[in-house]
C-alpha cells in the first residue's frame, strides 16, 4: 500500500472544512441580503420618524396612529403634546403615537412691544 490510512483521513478532514464553509455561505449570503433589504430601510424609517416627532410645534396639524387629526396647540413637554381635535376638546398624545405631519404650522412669533 502506497497511501497510510492516517493521510488518506488527513486530506478528507480537510475537504470536509471546505465543504462546511461552502455549506455556511448561502447562510452568510441571506443575512447581507436581509441586512440590506429589510434592516436598513428599517433603522432609516426609525430616523425619520423620530426627527418628525421632535420637531413638531404649536400650530402643526397632526394625524395619530389611532386616525384623530388635530392642530397642536400646546408642546407638554418631550413625551406629550396637547391636540384640538375639535373646538374647544383638547387632548394629550404621547409624541410616539404620532404618524404624520400634514401641514406645518408657523412658528410662534414672539411681540416685543
Known sequence: ????????????AAGDTNSMLM????????????????LKPQQKKLKDHQELVK???RG???VTNGGLVGKV?????DD????EIADGVKIRQMRQMISGVRTKGEPAKDDAA
Open 1 to 12: 500500500m502506497l497511501i497510510t490510512p492516517a493521510f488518506a483521513q488527513a486530506a478528507g
Open 23 to 38: 455549506s455556511l455561505l448561502p447562510f452568510a449570503l441571506i443575512f447581507v441580503i436581509m441586512y440590506f433589504l429589510i
Open 55 to 57: 420637531n413638531i410645534r
Open 60 to 62: 402643526d396639524t397632526i
Open 73 to 77: 396647540t400646546k408642546v407638554v413637554d
Open 80 to 83: 406629550q403634546v396637547e391636540m
